[in-house]
T-cell receptor, first 116, second 111 residues
Framework: AQSVTQLGSHVSVSEGALVLLRCNYS??????LFWYVQYPNQGLQLLLK??????LVKGINGFEAEFKKSETSFHLTKPSAHMSDAAEYFC??????????????FGTGTRLTIIP | EAEVAQSPRYKITEKSQAVAFWCDPI?????LYWYRQILGQGPELLVQ????????DSQLPKDRFSAERLKGVDSTLKIQPAELGDSAMYLC?????????FGPGTRLTVL
């Protein structure tokens, strides 16, 4: 079975400060890992994904994440927070049971607040 | 840029009424998903289609929920009768290779 755990349901950082959102995964097979962002009353937008290529993944809006197998982690970071980063962030894990049967399992989310 | 379309965006209904949600995936995406997202939680998969066939509906409450994708393109999710606990965001997604693209969702409120 696969799962992800997001540590911290709420994170607050000052504008310009480092953003660090934590995600740990559990998977019996090599996983695909994703970070999505959700703004109020909207769908999910993909920030970045790890699909077994480079362990440091760069995404949109200046975000990046590093896959660390030894720590079973895939934490999301951004060097300098912007007011527009305020949103809900979801980590998700997937593995392909077989072609066409891929499932995403989401974490419970982290609400990011930016302090002016 | 192609997007997943969903309608309606918001739906308010009374308990025991029937509701239906519609999703039009990105053209050419064979895999379609319906998720339910309760406030403050992550999305949970309800049903997955590959073309017109259901691949996984193990988490779909089949006594009241039904989903179809008759021509393998757009899809409808129905709830009958709606219950108070069904209040949530219902998200549709379609997949290309290893990435899912989400629609804006339908916010359902059951009174």
């Amino acid at each position: 079975a696969q799962s992800v755990t997001q540590l911290g349901s709420h994170v607050s950082v000052s504008e310009g400060a480092l953003v660090l959102l934590r995600c740990n995964y559990s998977s019996s097979v090599p996983p695909y890992l994703f970070w999505y962002v959700q703004y109020p009353n909207q769908g999910l937008q993909l920030l970045l994904k790890y699909t077994s290529a480079a362990t440091l993944v760069k995404g949109i809006n200046g975000f990046e994440a590093e896959f660390k197998k030894s720590e079973t982690s895939f934490h999301l970071t951004k060097p300098s927070a912007h007011m527009s980063d305020a949103a809900e962030y979801f980590c998700a894990v997937s593995y392909a049971l077989n072609f066409g049967n891929e499932k995403l399992t989401f974490g419970t989310g982290t609400r990011l607040t930016i302090i002016p | 840029e192609a997007e997943v379309a969903q309608s309606p965006r918001y739906k308010i209904t009374e308990k025991s009424q029937a509701v239906a949600f519609w999703c039009d995936p990105i053209s050419g995406h064979a895999t379609l998903y319906w998720y339910r997202q309760i406030l403050g939680q992550g999305p949970e998969l309800l049903v997955q289609f590959q073309d017109e066939s259901v691949v996984d509906d193990s988490q779909l409450p089949k006594d009241r929920f039904s989903a179809e994708r008759l021509k393998g393109v757009d899809s409808t999710l129905k709830i009958q009768p709606a219950e108070l606990g069904d209040s949530a965001m219902y998200l549709c997604a379609s997949r290309l290779i290893n990435e899912q693209f989400f629609g804006p969702g339908t916010r359902l409120t059951v009174l």
